[in-house]
């Protein structure tokens, strides 16, 4: 019987479910406290007597440090684990609401961005290692859906909850710590579903299971572990951070500017032309939705990325030009949204075939802090476009940064290694018949030549191409 004809067993796809959906809880839950102070800044203005820029310097604070600490958390991850990371994190959390809660004016709001910031840092490198050590590859990509939806809804959910909370409670004090309980439970019910995120444990078991090929008494060391800081060397990893720096100066551009530039150009009511981000967002989470099966079935990430984001920034481009209606201006922006969302199993899956193999934090850390760098380097830039009246380059811009992270995509996808048959890979990709093989002495078991893919070849080996689809 060859490898392609033997499926995971059906308790590999419950237990992928666990990991999937902890997660995804997880990532929504720092994306919530991306805006964490934000729909509160009206309510600061009148209790501490702030202006706009002291409020912004909040924002700015939170983005440096989330993205020098995620660069660094991905180094934390690999050496001690990604489950007590994520718990510190959540931890983090709850002590920026608490922060926020006991402020008696910007020193204390800047701890409580402080703390966030420090919080959001690993959420990344933590949330891919785990995804990528214990979810098999056949369903990493449904994975990678969710966990970008997830954190859509983290930050649609975030503004509702916190000014609802705001008009019930009457009080900064009681919002803020009603916040705090919300971290306080998703940690409670990260530790109670600890066994789900344990990514060291599963690790452990792969390289017993690869150890045992090799000499008696001789320790294997951890793939990756000698150099730290030797993934730094690799174009491939500098490209993907390019790519995410690209892509994101697209979003930041429509997050926070899109609606104020439709106004110009469209002559829209400027509560209508806020709708962009709502549109485009909702539109972002229903493609990521698809870009899961999308990427299962077609296995190539570079051409998903370049067909969905050279589709996007053509419809943005169009809405710069200025010559269509309002309404219709909104609805194309909005649904450049989509081709953004499909993109986004994709990238991640990208990303992963430029970890060298025992770097997945450290990776994953750096490649994201662009995410950051993006954030804070694209607000004041596009800012400055729509104050010298060029509300047009709004949409331009975003156009051409997604074209950039195209090319990016098709770089990393060049220096990657040659292509693995897909199928070959979901048949070896389940860790857990590796482990229960481990435990029975059965060392027959096929799914178990995952832990020889992940501790010999790596995430070089994973590389992508076209290959039959997976629905066979």
């Known amino acids: 019987m060859s490898s392609q004809d033997i499926a995971p067993p059906a308790e590999s796809w419950r237990s992928d479910a666990t990991t999937i959906s902890l997660v995804g809880l997880a990532h929504g839950t720092s994306h919530f406290h991306h805006l964490l102070l934000a729909p509160m800044f009206p309510w600061f203005i009148t209790a501490y007597g702030l202006n706009y820029a002291q409020l912004g310097l909040l924002v700015s604070l939170f983005f440096v440090i989330s993205g020098i600490g995620q660069a660094l958390a991905g180094f934390l991850v690999d050496r001690v684990g990604a489950r007590p990371v994520l718990y510190a994190a959540l931890s983090c959390f709850a002590l920026a609401s608490l922060s926020a809660a006991w402020a008696d004016g910007y020193g204390g709001l800047m701890l409580a961005s402080a703390l966030a910031g420090l919080g959001n840092a690993p959420f990344h490198p933590v949330d891919f290692t785990i995804l990528n050590r214990r979810v098999a590859t056949a369903r990493l990509g449904h994975a990678f859906s969710v966990h970008g939806i997830t954190g859509n809804i983290g930050w649609a959910l975030a503004p509702l909850v916190i000014a609802g909370l705001m008009a019930l409670t009457g009080s900064l004090r009681l919002t803020y710590l009603s916040i705090s309980l919300i971290s306080v439970i998703v940690l409670l019910i990260m530790v109670a579903n600890r066994h789900a995120l344990d990514d060291v444990g599963v690790r452990a078991a792969a390289t017993q299971s690869v150890g045992a090929t090799h000499a008696p008494g001789r320790a294997r060391p951890e793939p990756g572990g000698d150099a730290p800081l030797a993934f730094l060397a690799l174009p491939s990893v500098w490209l993907c951070f390019g790519f995410l720096f690209f892509s994101t100066c697209a979003m930041s551009a429509i997050q926070s500017f899109a609606g104020p530039a439709l106004q110009r150009l469209g002559g829209l009511a400027p509560s209508t032309a806020a709708l962009v981000v709502s549109g485009y967002m909702v539109c972002g989470a229903l493609g990521m939705v698809a870009g899961g099966f ?48 499909l993109a986004g199993p994709s990238r991640d899956m990208l990303i992963r075939r430029a970890a060298p193999p025992g770097a997945t934090g450290r990776v994953y850390g750096m ?35 997604l074209f950039a992270a195209v090319l990016s995509a098709w770089v990393i996808a060049g220096r990657s290694a040659p292509a693995v048959g897909m199928a070959d890979i979901a048949a070896r990709s389940d860790t857990r018949p590796a482990v229960s093989a481990l435990n029975s002495g059965d060392a027959s078991t096929p799914a178990g030549s995952h832990a020889t893919l992940e501790a010999s070849q790596g995430a070089a080996a994973l590389a992508i191409s076209a290959t039959p689809p997976l629905a066979r």
């Open 294 to 341: 999308v990427l299962a079935r077609t296995g190539r990430a570079e051409q998903v990325i370049s067909a969905a984001l050279i589709a996007s920034g053509l419809l943005l481009l169009v809405v710069g030009t200025g010559w269509l209606p309002g309404a219709l201006a909104l609805a194309l922006a909005s649904a450049a949204g989509l081709g953004t969302g």
């Open 367 to 401: 490649v994201y802090s662009g995410l950051d760098l993006g954030f804070a380097l694209a607000a004041p830039v596009f800012g400055r476009l729509l104050d010298a009246g060029m509300p047009g380059a709004i949409f331009v811009g975003a156009a051409l940064a």
